[in-house]
């Protein structure tokens, strides 16, 4: 058995997924889709205590380096989170990686050892990423929408998504991936700053301030439902065709 077909048996999907050596045969020209958005064109409001505080708190996490950003998140008392968090997860991996994966937000291994994506769906999201020839840490990097554990490992907030979108934004910034993956509906949204439905929104290219997005399953997710694991295989063909084609025309 090859190494792929092992990754791919670990993955739940079987030898039988193959990826596609001639995609350019298989699928049509990429073509980017505005984000969707709540209320025509325009992005939903983020709840903050007073515009000028955000603002102002924004304007500096906006200046910050590697070093700063990472001490900030540390200290980050702008939502209720904090309040039980062991420890905030900024973010893991190469940080001039072209491949950003932003899921949701850290769950109670990720609170205890402070990288993001260490428990069961680590595990599976690692074995995506061996899928399509991708290792953590090498050319990739690993982050989430909120940086603090909810608690119960519930859904972020749109207050808490709202107090740790600077720190994403900046950390994208500062990485300046050529592609974003966005790993389930909470991601998806506090990307785009719009509603997103996962599977309406797969197979299509998003935009984010010129960068490509693409809009995935989250590992959590596929864990519990087993029947979407060959549509996150697709993904994944769809994620390497596109890399593929960003990396010809750069």
Not at 55 to 82: H, P, Q, S
Not at 217 to 224: G, S
Request: net charge neutral; glycine share 8%; hydrophobic share 45%.
């Amino acid at each position: 058995m090859s190494r792929r077909d092992s990754i791919l048996r670990e993955m739940g999907l079987g030898a039988q997924w193959k990826l596609r050596d001639n995609p350019a045969a298989d699928e049509a020209p990429l073509a980017v889709s505005p984000a969707p958005s709540f209320l025509g064109d325009s992005a939903p409001p983020r709840p903050t205590p007073t515009l000028a505080a955000a603002e102002g708190r924004g304007a500096a996490i906006a200046t910050m380096e590697w070093d700063a950003l990472r001490a900030a998140v540390a200290g980050c008392d702008a939502c209720m989170l904090c309040q039980e968090r062991k420890q905030a997860v900024l973010g893991v991996g190469d940080v001039n990686a072209d491949w950003l994966f932003v899921g949701e937000g850290p769950g109670a291994e990720e609170d205890e050892r402070g990288e993001p994506f260490v428990g069961q769906a680590g595990k599976l999201l690692d074995a995506m990423l061996a899928a399509i020839d991708l290792r953590r840490g090498e050319d990739v990097y690993i982050a989430n929408a909120v940086k603090c554990r909810p608690p119960g490992n519930r859904t972020p907030e749109a207050e808490e998504a709202a107090a740790c979108w600077p720190y994403l934004e900046r950390q994208i910034e500062l990485i300046r991936p050529k592609l974003i993956v966005a790993l389930g509906k909470p991601a998806a949204q506090t990307l785009l700053q719009a509603e997103v439905k996962v599977g309406a929104s797969r197979g299509r290219l998003f935009d984010y301030k010129g960068i490509p997005l693409i809009v995935t399953y989250h590992p959590a997710y596929l864990l519990r439902s087993l029947a979407d694991k060959a549509k996150a295989w697709e993904d994944l063909c769809f994620m390497r065709r596109t890399m593929r084609e960003l990396k010809e025309k750069a």
